[in-house]
Nanobody
Framework: QVQLQESGPGLVNPSQTLSLTCTVSRASVTDAYYWAWIRQPPGKGLEWIGHIFGRGGVDYSPSLISRASISRNTPKNQVTLHFSSATPEDTAVYYC???????????WGQGTQVIVSS
């Protein structure tokens, strides 16, 4: 069973870059899957941020593309998210997920809480 583990700072100051890491176990980030970042703000629904495809290529939500950057570290088998110019509206639980389709994610990490506040 593939396992995903998110990690990163729980608290980020406004205007700083939010950086998160997803460590993948029992699969490779170069496998032909979509490795996505998804978030859920408090009291709101899930929001897809973007994904990187194991065989190459990235895609982002049009509303977040100017601030989001997803990449991978193949030797460490990790997928990273950098989210610039953080605001309190970016406060959310952030999940990484693996999917066979660009919006079809069958395996999720447990999520990591990020609070953007001074």
């Amino acid at each position: 069973q593939v396992q995903l583990q998110e990690s990163g700072p729980g608290l980020v100051n406004p205007s700083q870059t939010l950086s998160l890491t997803c460590t993948v176990s029992r699969a490779s980030v170069t496998d032909a899957y979509y490795w996505a970042w998804i978030r859920q703000p408090p009291g709101k629904g899930l929001e897809w941020i973007g994904h990187i495809f194991g065989r190459g290529g990235v895609d982002y939500s049009p509303s977040l593309i100017s601030r989001a950057s997803i990449s991978r570290n193949t030797p460490k088998n990790q997928v990273t998210l950098h989210f610039s110019s953080a605001t309190p509206e970016d406060t959310a639980v952030y999940y990484c997920a693996q999917g066979t389709g660009s919006r079809d994610f069958g395996i999720w990490g447990q999520g990591t809480q990020v609070i953007v506040s001074s």
